[in-house]
């Protein structure tokens, strides 16, 4: 798999990446927008993984260690800006809504031609729509879509069984049964460590899971079922409420 090169500078570009294809773990001096035009990326840094399909953006800050994952063929839009220019005043990766407007505007200023870093050396025409594009970002608001991940190797145990299996319809006692760990224990530890519950963790899992099976043309009657959602009609109640579309449309490219 070939190899991408990274600068310092978050450079403003697009990248198409293959199925699986991944951008090994790097830093750079400024901010820098993630944006899935197609497919859905998937953010990962020491704390966690942040995911977001078409309908939603990650944000990450300068100088903080992340690596990209592609599910599906991905049409991956990165936009650099410098680390003083920050519209929302957000300094972990964060995941934003992304409205068709703003969709638009990520498009047209990471495929155009101009200076990379997005430093303000632009074309005029382009300085106008760079400062559009930040007054939308301030508008967007922040999603939870996050699966953090865990220290303790109790939480580390039974975050790695759902993984293999999300639709696993164990109860937190009995997973906790099954590595050792009290109910109580657990419960306290969801809360400490990944600042969720349980059963909000797991549909964060579910989700996560669920986003990359469809990237993979995976039906959806299929994907709810793997995913442990009781039927299909549930799942597309929940992941229409977590990105703003159903499934089906996922499908279609929306």
Excluded at 104 to 131: C, F, H, M, V, W
Aim: proline residues 9%; charged residues 20%.
């Amino acid at each position: 798999m070939s190899k991408i090169r990274h600068s310092p500078q978050a450079r403003t570009r697009t990248l198409t990446l293959t199925p699986g294809q991944t951008i090994d773990p790097h830093r750079h001096d400024e901010h820098q927008i993630v944006y899935a035009g197609s497919g859905v990326v998937a953010v990962t840094t020491g704390a966690g993984t942040w995911f977001a399909p078409g309908t939603r953006a990650i944000w990450v800050p300068a100088g903080c260690a992340h690596a990209h994952r592609a599910q599906g063929h991905l049409d991956l839009h990165l936009l650099g800006l410098p680390a003083d220019v920050n519209p929302l005043q957000l300094a972990a990766p964060t995941v934003l809504a992304v409205d068709p407007l703003l969709r638009e505007l990520i498009i047209a200023y990471t495929r155009g031609p101009g200076d990379p870093r997005g430093s303000g050396k632009d074309p005029p025409e382009r300085q106008r729509l760079r400062a559009v594009l930040l007054d939308r970002l301030r508008a967007s608001p922040q999603e939870a879509v996050h699966l953090p991940t865990p220290a303790d190797p109790r939480l580390r145990a039974v975050c790695a069984l759902l993984h293999r299996d999300p639709a696993d319809p164990r109860t937190l006692a009995s997973l906790g049964a099954a590595t050792g760990a009290s109910e109580r224990t657990l419960s306290r530890l969801f809360r400490a460590e990944l600042g969720m519950t349980f059963p909000q963790w797991r549909t964060q899992l579910r989700l996560y899971h669920a986003l990359r099976m469809l990237a993979d043309g995976a039906p959806v009657t299929a994907v709810a079922h793997r995913c442990g959602w009781s039927s299909t009609s549930a799942f597309i109640d929940v992941f229409r409420r977590a990105f703003g579309y159903t499934p089906g449309a996922h499908h279609r490219g929306a």
